[in-house]
């Protein structure tokens, strides 16, 4: 009980303040967020994930730019089974270059994207805003374009997710998976 009510106040607070801050990065090129990523971190204030933390594993997503300046999003990971996960959505630009909206047809819900940082070889840190039905969650993305990922760059998303308010508790860097093969 105690770990759900901080978790629904540092939602509130983050809602309220800290999380409206985030802001994209300076220098966003399109072109360098492109191409296949591994999603190595994960981190959320969504009351789902204290149950599901556990079982992830890492997956990949694959991001095409389109030639309107929009940004193609498709995931993918494998199940226990052998099965594949896949989901995909199609992030419209905004006025803000490094920030995009999406609806999710899976999740039903509005997706407000950041990329908060980038080194296009090697990581990039994002940024969710996911609202439905008035309620807003925080999620934070951690790419990179290996499985590795350094302990300073698993430190920094650690940071980064505790300031836009999520608990220690519900920050994951995943553990390796083998990949889905081509659909």
């Not at 802001?23 to 149950?51: H, I, R």
């Not at 599901?52 to 498709?74: E, F, I, N, Q, Y």
């Not at 969710?128 to 951690?142: A, F, M, R």
Request: glycine share 6%.
């Amino acid at each position: 009980m105690k770990t759900e009510m901080l978790t629904v106040l540092a939602a509130l607070l983050c809602g309220a303040s800290v999380c409206a801050d985030v802001a994209p990065t300076k220098d966003f090129s399109l072109e360098k967020m492109a191409g296949k990523w591994y999603m190595v971190g994960f981190a959320t204030n969504a009351a789902w994930f204290v149950n599901h933390k556990a079982g992830m594993k890492m997956g990949t997503a694959t991001m095409v730019a389109t030639p309107g300046g929009d940004l193609d999003l498709s995931y993918s990971n494998l199940n226990e089974d052998g099965s594949c996960w896949r989901m995909t959505h199609l992030a419209k630009k905004t006025d803000t270059p490094g920030r995009f909206t999406f609806v999710s047809q899976r999740w039903n819900n509005e997706n407000d994207m950041r990329v908060v940082d980038i080194q296009s070889d090697d990581y990039a840190l994002v940024h969710t805003i996911k609202t439905k039905d008035g309620v807003s969650e925080v999620l934070n993305k951690l790419y990179s374009r290996s499985p590795e990922v350094s302990a300073a760059l698993q430190q920094r998303f650690l940071q980064f997710s505790m300031d836009t308010g999520i608990l220690p508790s519900n920050i994951a860097i995943l553990p390796k998976n083998a990949e889905c093969t081509a659909a």
